[in-house]
């Protein structure tokens, strides 16, 4: 028997359930995934008595309760402590670009929204200021951090797909999904190394398995 649940959104659009489902596999809890169907705008009528509050990703775990992907993040990392970075420095640097993605980039979060369906499709409308601006500072993020702390391999610090990977990974699929320009040399090669993520093509094929019903018009008629 498993020894609780995942309680994740739509996997074609959801960015946060992306975050808490990879540092659970990368974790290697033995957990059910219990996927529900997003309705959009946050009005998701199951999950508001499921999960404390009201959102996916929701982890029981061993009859503990963590809710918010970034808890769930620190909740992985206390049972696989690989899922930061062994250096106290590359640590706070890997938290505080975390941090920073948690609770910022709005302007990307709304304008760009996560959907595995679009491919390389720049939007009709363009990008507008503040949507530019976010990109830029994703874009140096992971320049800076890549060269100061990511020689060993392709992530953000090295070999290992850790926490600020996942934190970060559905900012890949977002800025995939819609051509975003004027990325360096550096984050294109880390898009690349993120996609090609076992866990990520993994999430991806599990997407492409959801009912078409669970499609919604609202991100799929974005021009
Ligand atoms: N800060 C939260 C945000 C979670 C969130 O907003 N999740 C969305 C799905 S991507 C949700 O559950 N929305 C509520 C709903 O659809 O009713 C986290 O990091 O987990």
């Not at 995942?6 to 809890?29: D, F, K, N, Q």
């Not at 294109?188 to 866990?199: G, S, T």
Request: hydrophobic fraction near 45%; proline fraction near 4%; charged fraction near 20%.
């Amino acid at each position: 028997m498993a020894d609780g649940r995942l309680v994740i959104g739509t996997r074609r659009y959801s960015s946060w359930s992306l975050r808490g489902w990879l540092s659970v596999r990368l974790a290697g809890l033995d957990v059910e995934i219990q996927a529900l169907r997003l309705a959009g705008g946050g009005k998701t009528v199951a999950l508001k008595t499921l999960s404390p509050n009201g959102c996916a990703p929701y982890l029981e775990h061993q009859g503990i309760a963590v809710w918010d992907s970034l808890s769930i993040a620190e909740y992985c990392a206390e049972l696989t402590p690989a899922l930061w970075p062994h250096d106290r420095a590359a640590r706070a640097h890997a938290r505080s670009i975390s941090a920073e993605m948690h609770a910022g980039f709005r302007a990307v979060r709304s304008a760009l929204p996560m959907n595995l369906g679009r491919v390389n499709r720049p939007l009709a409308a363009g990008l507008d200021e503040d949507t530019l601006r976010d990109i830029a500072r994703i874009d140096a993020i992971w320049t800076e951090t890549r060269d100061r702390y990511g020689a060993e391999g392709p992530y953000l610090f090295g070999a290992t797909f850790c926490n600020a990977d996942a934190a970060f990974a559905p900012v890949v699929s977002r800025f995939a999904s819609y051509a975003v320009p004027g990325l360096s040399d550096v984050s294109r090669a880390y898009m690349r190394a993120v996609q090609a993520h076992p866990l990520m093509r993994q999430w991806a094929d599990d997407a492409a398995q959801e009912s078409q019903d669970w499609q919604l018009e609202m991100y799929e008629s974005l021009a």
